[in-house]
């Protein structure tokens, strides 16, 4: 539990490091240019990912480079684990990539201390006319547009057939089921599975309590920057996590924390001993090859009549606000979007993409997986959800204090009523409410 909490200081500190540097030397930014570079010019590009990721990108890579010979691209990548830690750190040292890649919350949390570009000051090398406008709004705070989408992307559960059969549990109607039918099932198929194989590869995770909110009327965040949940919700969500591991639905705690962080390989789904996780679907693929299986992907539990899903950008292209190359920088992040060689390399790998000219050039090209998820995102798209506020500033923070917390209630260490009071109070004090 130290370590968590130290891993949150080291943040903290690196963030602050960053608001000085980006304040003492503000001026210094004019050296970026949005104008045409004659001479050769290198940029950085850091993105987290597994290997077949990296591959991809590469490739990607590959192709602008022969497209813009005066441009060559560094690539930076790593597994998800300390890939904002490292980030951080670049930032306060004033040595960010050129093109970055983020999710969720982050480009606001970084736009509003001031380290990313404006992207209407590089909109003579950045079109962005073909993206459709709920991932353009994705990108945007405070009506400035910071972020691109890499493609769309929603939360699902993902299923093993395989690991359902060999249980002989049937698989449920999503269109119907229900929260507890799911964790039922989940216990039934742990309970005919072999040791080490679980109903659902794991408890709740921080996204899955903005879904558990917006099903009960409620939303993570409001409009207007603040927590829209209140204690009986957090509570619940807490109370549902626990009874999920009681049960033997879900792994142990100590079994929950060790799978924390660790690649789509190492998950249970990945390694074929789940039967669901709830995940993102944009890892159908990933999880698929890894373990093996022809996996599908079912909505939510409890979807009716107030559905919890919608649609996120699966992640963000950004230029750092400090580049020396943002028209480089900017004629790469419009390749990554708009060209569809590079489409035809990337397909689905970062969510399924938001430029229907990209959506209609690789459809043919998509693995069967990829299809699956495509079909999923045309689904969801298809269904009238509650909107999406993106969070304030501080709110990357909340995520960790969720699974923080979740842990101590995994534990028995807090009650869910405890840790809905506890939730609530340290996180309204990490978003300054």
């Not at 010019?41 to 890579?61: C, D, H, M, P």
């Not at 207007?224 to 549902?240: E, H, I, P, R, S």
């Not at 090859?289 to 996120?312: D, F, N, R, Y």
Request: aromatic content about 8%; proline content about 4%.
């Amino acid at each position: 539990m130290a370590r968590k909490s130290l891993r949150g200081i080291r943040k903290s500190i690196a963030f602050v490091t960053a608001v000085g540097l980006l304040g003492l030397t503000a001026a210094c930014s004019s050296s970026s240019s949005n104008q045409p570079e004659d001479g050769p010019v290198e940029i950085r590009f850091s993105w987290w990912g597994n290997a077949n990721r990296a591959e991809l990108t590469n490739k990607a890579i590959k192709e602008f480079e022969a497209a813009n010979p005066n441009i060559k691209v560094k690539p930076e990548y790593g597994d998800i684990t300390g890939y904002f830690d490292k980030l951080a750190t670049q930032v306060a040292a004033n040595d960010a990539p050129d093109v970055i890649t983020m999710g969720g919350a982050y480009p606001a949390e970084y736009a509003n201390r001031g380290a990313l570009l404006d992207l209407s000051k590089v909109d003579a090398s950045l079109d962005l006319s073909k993206l459709d406008q709920g991932a353009l709004e994705n990108g945007q705070v405070q009506g400035k547009q910071y972020g691109v989408s890499t493609g769309a992307n929603a939360l699902a559960i993902v299923v093993n057939p395989a690991v359902f059969q060999a249980a002989g549990v049937s698989l449920p109607d999503d269109s119907t089921w229900s929260w507890d039918e799911f964790a039922r099932i989940a216990e039934e198929i742990t309970a005919m599975s072999p040791k080490g194989t679980y109903g659902t590869a794991t408890v709740l995770t921080h996204d899955s309590l903005d879904a558990f909110a917006r099903q009960r009327g409620k939303s993570l965040y409001t409009q207007d920057g603040q927590l829209g949940l209140d204690k009986d919700t957090v509570q619940a969500y807490f109370d549902y996590s626990l009874k999920l591991s009681e049960s033997g639905a879900a792994p142990s705690a100590s079994e929950t924390v060790e799978k924390l962080n660790v690649s789509t390989e190492q998950t249970l789904m990945g390694m074929g001993q789940a039967g669901m996780m709830l995940t993102w679907s944009n890892s159908l693929s990933a999880l698929s090859k890894a373990s093996g299986a022809e996996l599908k992907l079912l909505k939510l539990p409890g979807e009716t009549p107030t559905p919890g899903i919608w649609l996120q950008s699966s992640q963000f292209y950004t230029i750092s606000a400090r580049s020396k190359h943002t028209d480089a920088a900017a004629k790469l992040v419009s390749f990554l979007v708009n060209n569809e060689a590079a489409a035809k390399i990337i397909q689905s790998d970062r969510g399924v993409p938001s430029n229907s000219g990209m959506r209609t050039a690789i459809q043919d090209l998509l693995t069967p997986q990829g299809k699956v998820e495509a079909a999923y995102i045309d689904q969801i798209g298809k269904m009238d959800f509650a909107p999406t506020f993106i969070g304030p500033t501080g709110s990357t923070a909340v995520s960790e204090i969720t699974a923080r917390i979740n842990t101590e209630v995994l534990f028995k260490r807090l009650s869910p009523e405890k840790a809905a009071e506890q939730w609530l109070s340290e996180s309204k004090a990490a978003i300054g409410k």
